[in-house]
Nanobody, 119 residues
Framework: QVQLVESGGGLVQPGGSLRLSCAASGSIFTFNVMGWYRQAPGKERELVAT???????NYAESMKGRFTISRDNAKNTVYLQMNSLKPEDTAVYYCNAGYFSGPYYHDNWGQGTQVTVSS
């Protein structure tokens, strides 16, 4: 019943900014962890940033100082503000949301949104 829909991707010049959004629909609970991952052509999916329901954040080293993750718990929406974008940031960005149920962890993924950084 959980569906994650990303938006905000597109084409941007180096040094520019984009703001990604991911809205979870059909949910009646708050996800413990929400985050963003990305996958460039020919490479494996990698962590961008995560944020817990308590507001604790975690960033990949290369994104620190440039990207900011935030969330609106009332809307079950997570955001990614990306500044000072580089061509190396070009990738499909995927939203992730998970929650604990007893000893189990349930993971959900969006279908991704393309971010292209090019002049």
């Amino acid at each position: 019943q959980v569906q994650l829909v990303e938006s905000g991707g597109g084409l941007v010049q180096p040094g520019g900014s984009l703001r990604l959004s991911c809205a979870a629909s059909g949910s009646i609970f708050t996800f413990n962890v929400m985050g963003w991952y990305r996958q460039a052509p020919g490479k494996e999916r990698e962590l961008v940033a995560t944020i817990t329901d308590g507001g604790s954040t975690n960033y990949a080293e290369s994104m620190k100082g440039r990207f900011t993750i935030s969330r609106d718990n009332a809307k079950n929406t997570v955001y990614l503000q990306m500044n000072s974008l580089k061509p190396e940031d070009t990738a499909v960005y995927y939203c992730n949301a998970g929650y604990f149920s007893g000893p189990y962890y349930h993971d959900n993924w969006g279908q991704g949104t393309q971010v292209t950084v090019s002049s």
